[in-house]
């Protein structure tokens, strides 16, 4: 944990990516090779989805931000440049664009989350009672499936 902490305290993928690299662990160069084969407008993205949800006061706000971003993913190159690596092709070579983080254009995740006018979800109140009910719910499930396993 405390590698993440120090890691995921920085503000770009690419000082996220050099102290994990100056890490001397399995995991930390593990990290690194997964994440020089992700999509690095992908990266940009998830990174600022993460520190806005980190200073969001809301679910609410969060899941617009996803939902936001998601739909202007979906006319994205790198969204049927994946498809076409990991599935049509299955070469596992994806050739995004652009192809590093530093060619990720600032102007581009900020246009990409803002999104791209579609209507946004609305998150009617949830009321009081059915949200103890529904924990209650749940935690009498959690429990009788524990107490099946342990069987």
Same mark, same amino acid.
Do not use: I
């Given at each position: 944990k405390p590698l993440l902490d120090a890691a995921?305290?920085?503000?770009?993928v690419e000082d996220i990516i050099v102290a994990l690299e100056g890490c001397d662990c399995e995991f930390a160069r593990r990290a690194v090779r997964e994440l020089e084969q992700?999509?690095?407008? =992908? *990266?940009?993205?998830?990174?600022?989805?993460?520190? #806005?949800?980190?200073?969001s006061? =809301? *679910?609410?706000?969060?899941?617009?931000?996803?939902? #936001?971003?998601?739909?202007?993913?979906l006319h994205s190159h790198d969204l049927f440049e994946g498809i076409r690596a990991a599935i049509v092709d299955?070469?596992?070579?994806?050739?995004?664009?652009?192809a590093t983080l530093a060619q990720v254009e600032d102007e581009t995740i900020a246009a990409m989350l803002r999104g791209d006018g579609e209507a946004e979800p609305v998150f009617p109140p949830w009321p009081r009672?059915?949200?103890r009910g529904w924990r209650?719910?749940?935690e009498t499930d959690g429990e009788s499936?524990?107490?099946?396993?342990a069987q």
């Open positions: 995921m305290a920085h503000d770009r992700k999509s690095p407008t =992908s *990266l940009r993205l998830t990174h600022e989805l993460l520190k #806005r949800a980190s200073r006061d =809301s *679910l609410q706000s969060c899941l617009v931000n996803e939902f #936001r971003v998601a739909c202007r993913l299955k070469d596992r070579k994806p050739r995004w664009s652009p009672a059915a949200w209650a719910r749940l499936r524990m107490d099946e396993r």
